[in-house]
């Protein structure tokens, strides 16, 4: 079966600008999460979407912002970039059965360039 | 919450040695465990995860890995190491659904590079 799809692959974009990045999940799984993964502060949670709705949120300001589809699929939206935005930005998804998570199935992520 | 610690940021190995890295997490309530791989400009692949059960996991690409609850720690090891296995690995954790709190947050580690020479 096919696993996350996350689009676009690479972004480049300019400071003040915003952007989406898109995370499809695996089927049948309804809970995705997002992770920043950049050099200096490793892989820090962004929020976590189950049914639509945000479940977890980590410590990341407004500009960050998330939502999920009726089909699972989710997309996040940073606005007013800066350049400390840059990252690989991952999605991941899970089976949520009978409310408890056991794995999380990462996509290759999208690397987002702020100039 | 929860904090991990891998203690090596960097280890080089030579092809079919073994190699330990470590991990180790601070948790108030249970956690489950997970060892996940990067290569280059890819994203996470999980390697091994402890839920419950037997301390000793084993996963896929011949590693394994031991929980030790009194040491709060989960080392993996592979007994012979590969060129292939060259690569960034990752501890994380997240709450156990019994503990009351989301199990859907992984926390992750810095990250480990592992560097397998011929």
């Known amino acids: 079966k096919a696993g996350v799809t996350q689009t676009p692959r690479y972004l480049i974009k300019t400071r003040g600008q915003q952007v989406t990045l898109s995370c499809s999940p695996i089927s049948g799984h309804r809970s995705v999460s997002w992770y920043q993964q950049t050099p200096g502060q490793g892989l820090q949670f962004l929020f976590e979407y189950f049914s639509e709705t945000q479940r977890n949120k980590g410590n990341f300001p407004g500009r960050f912002s998330g939502r999920q589809f009726s089909n699972s699929r989710s997309e996040m939206n940073v606005s007013t970039l800066e350049l400390g935005d840059s990252a690989l930005y991952l999605c991941a998804s899970s089976l949520d059965s009978q409310g408890m998570n056991t794995e999380a199935f990462f996509g290759q992520g999208t690397r987002l360039t702020v100039v | ?118």
């Open chain 2, 1 to 118: 919450a929860q904090s991990v610690t891998q203690l090596d940021s960097q280890v080089p190995v030579f092809e079919e040695a073994p190699v330990e890295l470590r991990c180790n997490y601070s948790s108030s309530v249970s956690v489950y465990l997970f060892w996940y791989v990067q290569y280059p400009n890819q994203g996470l692949q999980l390697l091994l995860k402890y839920l419950s059960g037997s301390t000793l996991v084993k996963g896929i690409n011949g590693f394994e890995a031991e929980f030790n609850k009194s040491q709060t720690s989960f080392h993996l090891r592979k007994p012979s190491v590969h060129i292939s296995d060259t690569a960034e690995y990752f501890c994380a954790v997240s709450e156990s659904r019994y503990s009351g709190g989301s199990n859907y947050k992984l926390t992750f580690g810095k990250g480990t590079l592992l560097t397998v020479n011929p």
